[in-house]
């Protein structure tokens, strides 16, 4: 791994940790003082110039990563790609994007209105995958997003930065199962995603994930500061195909229950 994307990998990684506290918590439970495994990360974004998914890939691209996957998601009006890389010890990358144009007229404002104040020579750097938010909202605005996506209002208050990392629990010494992940990191007190059951895939689709509720931090929505859901962790199991080669894919109606790991209403 070159020193360009360790780093890259390290500042993003303290950037997540800064607002998901009980990344740490999830080490201690899992890793037992040994190094976690990060089977991906995920990021959000909208489909709009100059942030739009494959703008943001080239960041990636860059490094030696290539896209090896397409999903849609039509009731949360997304689209989304991952990137794999030739070095197995990276991890893989999942980037969404907000199919904007098709919501409301005001919820489409809002949005524009947020990329606009984007300077758009800070997009090509890779730092910029973590810069947060370029934009002030009122908390009007975030609650007035929420009602209509929640993906949206999460954006609008964190903006670019990873929004969950995943623990790959084929690599952990101590779990066979995510069955027993998942009663571990109960017993420890955190939350798990219940939407589609608490496991969701199955070893016949050849991935199985799980994942916490995110963390809730105070955010200042110009002045006014309220304590809302950030960032959470995910945990994932794959399982080998046919050939006998572990499944690098994502299953878009597994993702689609993870996505609501960030849901304000619980």
């Not at 995958?129 to 209509?148: P, R, V």
């Amino acid at each position: 791994m070159s020193q360009l994307v360790e780093n890259f990998f390290s500042s993003l990684w303290n950037d997540y940790v800064s607002r998901t506290p009980s990344a740490a918590k999830v080490h201690e439970v899992l890793g037992k003082g040994a190094e976690l495994v990060n089977d991906h990360v995920a990021f959000r974004t909208f489909n709009l110039e100059p942030v739009r998914l494959e703008t943001l890939a080239k960041h990636f691209e860059d490094m030696g990563y290539f896209a090896n996957g397409d999903y849609h998601f039509e009731q949360k009006k997304l689209r989304a790609k991952h990137y794999e890389h030739a070095d197995p010890n990276l991890p893989k990358i999942f980037i969404s994007e907000l199919l904007v144009e098709e919501f409301s007229p005001e919820l489409q404002a809002m949005v524009k209105d947020m990329v606009a104040q984007i300077p758009a020579d800070q997009v090509g750097k890779p730092e910029f995958m973590y810069s947060g938010t370029h934009w002030n909202i009122d908390y009007k605005n975030y609650e007035q997003l929420l009602a209509e996506s929640e993906y949206a209002a999460w954006m609008s208050a964190f903006g670019f930065c990873a929004n969950h990392f995943t623990v790959s629990v084929n690599a952990l010494n101590d779990f066979d199962t995510l069955e027993h992940v998942n009663q571990q990191l109960k017993d420890a007190g955190f939350t798990l995603n219940t939407s589609g059951g608490e496991i969701k895939g199955s070893p016949e689709v050849l991935l199985e994930q799980s994942s916490t509720m995110a963390d809730e931090v105070d955010v200042n929505f110009n002045g006014e500061t309220v304590r809302i859901p950030s960032c959470f962790y995910e945990f994932a199991r794959r399982y080998k195909n046919n050939d006998g080669d572990y499944y690098t894919g994502f299953v878009a109606a597994s993702a689609d229950k993870i996505f609501e790991s960030t849901n304000k209403n619980r």
